[in-house]
């Protein structure tokens, strides 16, 4: 079992910077792997990024390539989302979640999610 809970959201004007942080229980955190979804008014969950539990690799939305980095600390239990050059179509809840596997990016296969933190980036 694993506990997520995300902070760090904000309003932030475009081309601003906001950082995600997820914390998470368990003594098991190294071994999944974490992601980031996004999920705006009226829109789907969204994959944005994600990293691995063996070898530190992540993989990203193209859209927030080259302004979005994810990184994780497991030694306190923490992954991180720093968002850069943020852009109005960012602006969505943003969650957390885990998986016991390789990396995914659909939401249907992550097991565990924090309970959302919203961005909101005006023009």
């Known amino acids: 079992q694993v506990h997520l809970v995300e902070s760090g959201g904000g309003l932030v004007q475009a081309g601003g910077s906001l950082r995600l942080s997820c914390a998470a229980s368990?003594?098991?955190?190294?071994?999944?792997?974490m992601g980031w979804f996004r999920q705006a008014p009226g829109k789907e969950r969204e994959f944005v990024a994600a990293?691995?539990?063996?070898?530190?690799?992540?993989y990203k939305l193209d859209s927030v390539k080259g302004r979005f980095t994810i990184s994780r600390d497991n030694a306190k239990n923490t992954v991180t989302l720093q968002m850069n050059s943020l852009r109005p179509e960012d602006t969505a809840v943003y969650y957390c979640?885990?998986?016991?596997?390789?990396?995914?990016?659909?939401?249907?296969?992550?097991?565990?999610w924090g309970q959302g933190t919203q961005v909101t980036v005006s023009s």
């Open positions: 979640a885990a998986r016991w596997g390789v990396v995914a990016d659909t939401a249907n296969e992550y097991d565990y």
């Open positions: 368990g003594r098991t955190f190294s071994t999944y792997t």
């Open positions: 990293i691995s539990s063996s070898n530190g690799r992540t």
